[in-house]
């Protein structure tokens, strides 16, 4: 069968589709409560910033991400979704994994985002 009207690419996320199946919702799905970076790994060779969703349910007018390495050392605070692989220096990081954590006045998430120079 060659792909087309009943075929597609990409990938299935079979656990969130069978919930909704089940459920007929994902309102309490656990992973729609979780920050997430994209594109992870993040290439500074290939992309020119990272983007970090936040879920809805921490969404305001307060909401703040902090990004740290590892091992816990402050790395930037940002001022919007994206972050462009520079520290506070505005100096670009090294490869390494790191955590960026969101904060606002309805909870605190947190996510990693790989870097690779």
Known sequence: MAQGE?????RINAFRSMRLA??????DFEGDQKAIAF???FRLSQNPQV????PLSLQGAETRIKLYT???????E???????GKNADGNPVATGTYVFV?????GTTRGRVAVIR
């Not at 983007?51 to 936040?54: A, G, P």
């Not at 590892?70 to 930037?76: L, P, T």
């Not at 940002?78 to 462009?84: E, V």
């Not at 969101?102 to 309805?106: E, H, L, Q, T, W």
């Open 102 to 106: 969101v904060s606002s006045a309805n």
């Open 22 to 27: 089940v459920r007929g919702t994902l309102a």
């Open 78 to 84: 940002l001022t919007g979704l994206t972050w462009d």
């Open 6 to 10: 009943y075929t597609g690419a990409g």
């Open 70 to 76: 590892i091992a816990g050392e402050f790395v930037r």
């Open 39 to 41: 594109p992870n790994p």
């Open 51 to 54: 983007s970090i969703t936040v």
